[in-house]
């Protein structure tokens, strides 16, 4: 392509609102420019990415057994009416009516849409296992829309979803989109970890988040430094021995601790360590109140919380409930003397090996000490309750954990029957018996990948691609196309590197060297191939984007040097 | 692809609904199923033609000089409101809003969005000129959507836009991509014509529709039956020369003709042909009232009537208006002693060849015999002001008019600076002058293109897919795969026509027979191999769908068979 005939407004400047390396960076690249708040335009550089990781997708669902299909956007309200999400899914969900009055759903996911086709066409086992996937325009309209890509209104997934008449099947073509789901972002060139994550609100048990390390990122994940382990940091279990002290249990007694409310004010006046303080917390649980231990240098993990309890919902009690229920504030709570018919006291497994402790009296400006648990309160079941720290043994037993950001960027889950028992997709087994269908569904950012692809892979000049992604294989510069010389000699490269199968973006414009250059860097294509003034002895220069490397050849020894670089 | 493996369900019997072929087919084929009303599911195959078809219209359109993007769906209504089309479009705008209460619309076309782009990127006539297209889903709330993929409410479209710092680099462009779009329709098999077409709402003037050539249709199509020539028959124009009768002058005289008021009854009570009646027909063009007279057996043309007058908005008069403005009813109007300070009379050329003939008297139950334009009445002009009909000669000289049903899947347009005005999107000129973008814009069906395929290439069976965009080359076929030797027969041939860069669909389901050839004729593929009772001979049978021809080969021969009819 000339770049005279496509559109690649490259900036010189930051933008103002771009607040992380890939919005900055694609922006003034030329790759994307904003529409509305989250919603962007896929300029033609950027739309060839998106081309190249589509086509890795396409190739990798074809080999775990997936058929390509393609569900509108538009989606009937009573889909999602049936399935409960049109009740349950909130302000995020964009909703319009036609012109008949009859309410649609924008789709932020295909679910209700695939459940009802197969449902409809599918009656038999024999016609089980069937996976399905979509490459589509997606829309939710989410609150806060930042981050460019990583997070906005109007994106493009590719969502997958499977049927089957057993959980082994199920098992099977999980393992298979695993697979296909590391292949996907290896092939991207991306530094990635499968990553044991939340179900969330959908409802499942096995799920794995597939998350780009990054410097910024929407979830914590917990490493192992020496091991695959991987976990969002919500989802990472503690797996350790606390080492029980000897030292002699003291009486238990209360102090007076004026105006000490935090964990490390009553630590420091009281002059103990953090770790000797027992953290209280009373939680909603569903319709129940659950007082949560753990130790003062841990933090309560609630969906731990709402794990074991087998809860919907767990939220920190008001302080209304608190008072009601405890007869003191939020700030004074503490395990002893508790009433037992009001409030369930849990604790996590830390909490056990505390001796002589302190904790909170449920009265104002006090605090016991001496506090030795099971001795001077109940606890109805010790578990792992808290937040993994770096540091903390990993739960695989090799290493230790370690924290980073990490931007999700596919998504793999057991859906179960959550969707076909509710919209009734069932089949008839092999004894002739109506059964649920049971489902996985399996999805990949296409657009956010692009994003993450710019955030892992540029320097302080620009972005540099790798090579199965870059928007072209080679920038041909002609330095000054002013000069015949130089002219003809590119244009004859140019069409020498097409016809030898390379993707050529060939800047003929009539720009200043130092522009061509600074964009050529920006824009960040494998290898640059310069046609300046050496031209009329037949050498130009070949430069290595990403090693900066840089070799001046004669044009007969071109074809054979880029194969070296770029393998076609 | 194994059969067992994808969704393909299909239907013995038509679906009450579907009204057409194509409709009825790509149902019972199992190409698409619908979701709601005028929206759609695009299945397995399905979704493989249209990807077939996006690659002929990318490689197309990168020939023609267009670089590809692609435009979010949710446009801010803004955008639409600075082009005034938020206010004109009417209720097929599917319009919506997000959870901040700001407007948006899910766009049917994109002109707001690329010139939104373009005026903020490009600033100088040096970066002219520039062609952007994209392949996106649209949106259109059709009042009645029908005939299955033709009349939908949310279709896929390439649509592409092309900016030009003057009309002749305008030009170009709209011949370039008049070349690529008549490249794209002959490569997927269609037989088509290039039509000029009525700008309609658009408001420009240079347009070609391109129609496919079918049985039924939106729009009737006017084309010469011994050259290209073709319009629709709103923009067809009559160039014919009407003999003058060499009959002398009879007297003018106002006969009685009691109830009588259509022309067929007039001319058959006065014993004269229609060709000499005179049928007048008042209209209000903008705020003024124009009588239009064409022969008895002609059909007044209005947007002839509009391009000559150069109106907005031509309507017949309603019968308050008529009495009001000519003191008689719509069907007694004529020319005669009409008051030309309120009424302006213009007449198709036909007119101007009666002789003694007839017409309204503006007075019930009267007409007037013997009458002679221009002696008993005045005309302000004769101008083309009719419909033309078959038979007559065709415009360009060459052979008569024929007419046929079209189904348009393609529209070049010549759009001028309706939007760069309005929207002020400008460049500045080689003289530092700011002056308007020139705008052509070039929209292709893309799911259209998929249906008016299917409703051209059928027969009785099924559907006969050319073999540019069938969704696979090949189907194989194990009649009986139980059979051992069938089954290993029909996986090794699989994966050798694999190996042979075929794509392969492979009926490996434990059917009956007359299941599997009903299907396959269905589906429509090019070519059909079929592994049957010959099996273990190593002999098998090609059939080809679209003749029925019918060989047995020996399968050391397939690969050389296969490379006669189906060329990769």
Redesign the interface.
């Known amino acids: 392509?000339k770049q005279?005939?496509?559109?690649i407004?490259t900036l010189r400047e930051v933008p103002a609102d771009a607040e992380i390396k890939s919005h900055q960076l694609l922006i003034r690249a030329g790759f994307i420019?904003q529409?509305?708040s989250g919603?962007?335009?896929?300029?033609?550089l950027?739309?060839?990415v998106?081309h190249k990781i589509e086509t890795i997708v396409r190739e990798e669902m074809?080999r775990a057994?997936a058929?390509?299909?393609?569900?509108?956007?538009?989606?009937?309200a009573e889909l999602w009416q049936e399935s409960g999400r049109w009740y349950s899914y909130g302000?995020?969900l964009?909703?319009?009516h036609?012109?008949h009055e009859?309410d649609?759903v924008?789709g932020p996911t295909h679910e209700e849409?695939i459940t009802?086709?197969?449902r409809?066409?599918?009656k038999s086992y024999?016609?089980l296992p069937?996976?399905?996937y979509?490459i589509q325009?997606k829309?939710r309209?989410e609150?806060r829309p930042r981050f460019g890509l990583l997070r906005g209104?109007?994106f493009i997934m590719k969502d997958a979803y499977s049927f089957h008449a057993s959980q082994e099947s199920l098992h099977e073509m999980y393992e298979n989109m695993y697979r296909a789901y590391s292949n996907v972002f290896a092939r991207c060139g991306l530094n990635y970890r499968a990553v044991i994550a939340d179900s969330g609100a959908m409802g499942g048990k096995d799920t794995h988040e597939f998350m780009v390390l990054s410097e910024v990122g929407e979830d914590t994940i917990a490493y192992s430094d020496s091991s695959s382990f991987a976990a969002n940091i919500e989802m990472a279990p503690v797996v350790m021995e606390y080492p029980k002290s000897n030292e002699p249990q003291q009486e238990l007694e209360k102090r007076e601790t004026v105006g000490k409310k935090s964990i490390d004010d009553v630590a420091a006046y009281l002059g103990v360590e953090k770790e000797k303080c027992i953290k209280s917390m009373l939680f909603q649980v569903d319709n129940r109140f659950v007082l949560v231990l753990v130790r003062g240098d841990h933090e309560v993990n609630d969906i731990k919380v709402k794990n074991l309890l087998e809860a919907t919902t767990v939220e920190l009690a008001t302080s209304e409930d608190t008072s009601k229920i405890m007869k003191c504030a939020i700030g004074s709570l503490g395990p002893i003397n508790v009433d037992f018919e009001a409030v369930q006291v849990i604790a996590d497994h830390a909490v056990a090996s505390v001796v002589n402790g302190v904790c909170g009296s449920n009265e104002e400006d006090y605090h016991f000490v001496g506090v030795n648990p099971d001795r001077d309160f109940k606890v109805s079941q010790y578990a792992d309750l808290r937040f993994i720290k770096e540091g903390d043994p990993s739960p695989d037993g090799q290493g230790k954990i370690v924290f980073a950001e990490g931007i999700e960027v596919g998504h793999i889950f057991k859906l179960g029957t959550r969707y076909s028992e509710a919209m009734n997709a069932s089949y008839l087994d092999d004894n002739g018996r109506t059964q649920p269908m049971i489902m996985g569904c399996y999805g990949i950012g296409i657009s956010r990948t692009l994003a993450a692809v710019a955030e892992q892979c540029n320097d302080e000049n620009g972005l540099v691609w790798p090579a199965n992604l870059a928007p072209y294989d080679l920038h041909l510069i002609a330095v000054n196309v002013k000069d015949d010389e130089q002219r003809f000699l590119a244009e004859s490269l140019y069409n020498t590197l097409l016809e030898s199968g390379y993707d050529v973006l060939y800047d003929d414009r009539?720009e200043r060297a130092g522009v061509k250059f600074a964009d050529s860097d920006l824009i960040g294509l494998p290898l640059r191939i310069t046609v300046g003034k050496r031209a009329s002895e037949g050498v130009i220069e070949v430069k290595v984007r990403k090693t900066g490397e840089t070799l001046e050849i004669n044009i007969e020894n071109l074809v054979e040097t880029i194969a070296k670089y770029v393998v076609k």
Chains 1, 2 share one sequence.
């Open positions: 392509m005279s005939m496509t559109l407004p420019r529409n509305a919603v962007y335009n896929y300029l033609p950027a739309k060839k998106l074809e057994g058929a390509e299909l393609l569900m509108p956007a538009l989606t009937p302000p995020e964009m909703r319009l036609d012109r009859r649609f924008l849409v009802a086709i197969v409809d066409e599918v024999k016609r069937l996976a399905l979509q325009t829309f309209d609150k209104r109007e009539a």
